[in-house]
């Protein structure tokens, strides 16, 4: 018998049990997650935040669902008009197998704007990258940011960042009880400043339990949590 498929936003729609969520993307690449949430919630509040310029050009550019709010900042632990963010891309890679998974993006665009490997971009450093280049961005708390938009519940903090979880978590440690539920990537160990898995699940254990575990391998996955007290 084939096993099926595994889909992260079926078991968000699921767990989450809600038909009109508020959804934050921390990390939202080129918005294709973010379709993704709209199919599983259709009615969902989405806000995504996504710092690199040549992913917002691919989102504004390809993305033009007017339910999705896009924010062109990186979320972390403190407020800055000009933190240098790491834009990663490879020298040399097989094209066709890139343009296979991200089909939908003109080849122009693809090689102009160096995407391969924008998805292992940081606030944070990593030595086995080689080809980077360093740009300014903007950052932002999620304390402040849901202040300012006066969000008192969020349903769903997805966070994809690439090492900088614990930044995010630290920027938002006032806002925690607002939120139900995490996704949250661990394990990118290159990266300053990263987590592993015992060490996610202790910085945020005061708050909320893991419920679901999913490995890539033995040292690296997501973990979806639970508000223990929501």
């Known amino acids: 018998m084939l096993k099926k498929k595994f889909n992260k936003h079926e078991i968000n729609k699921k767990i989450i049990n809600n038909e ?16 993704k949430f709209l199919d599983y919630f259709p009615k969902a509040k989405l806000y995504c935040f996504e710092p690199d310029p040549r992913n917002i050009y691919i989102f504004k550019k390809y993305i033009k669902d007017k339910r999705i709010n896009l924010f062109e900042v990186a979320v972390a632990n403190h407020n800055c008009d000009e933190a240098d963010f790491y834009q990663s891309y490879l020298a040399d890679y097989d094209s066709e197998k890139m343009f296979n998974k991200y089909h939908w993006i003109s080849k122009e665009d693809y090689v102009g704007l160096k995407l391969n490997r924008s998805g292992a971009s940081s606030l944070k450093q990593n030595p086995l990258i080689d080809c980077l280049d360093i740009t300014k961005v903007r950052t932002i708390t999620l304390d402040s940011w ?61 708050y909320f339990s893991v419920i679901r575990k999913y490995s890539k391998n033995s040292n690296k996955g997501d973990l979806l949590l639970r508000n223990k007290y929501l």
């Open 20 to 35: 009109t969520p508020v959804i934050l993307e921390v990390g939202a690449h080129y918005g294709e997650d973010s379709v």
């Open 146 to 206: 849901l202040k300012e938009h006066n969000i008192e519940c969020v349903d769903l903090l997805w966070i994809d960042v690439q090492g900088a979880e614990a930044d995010v978590i630290e920027g938002a440690r006032n806002s925690l009880d607002k939120i139900r539920f995490i996704w949250i990537e661990y394990g990118e160990l290159s990266y300053e400043d990263s987590m592993n898995r015992k060490e996610t699940i202790r910085l945020l254990k005061s």
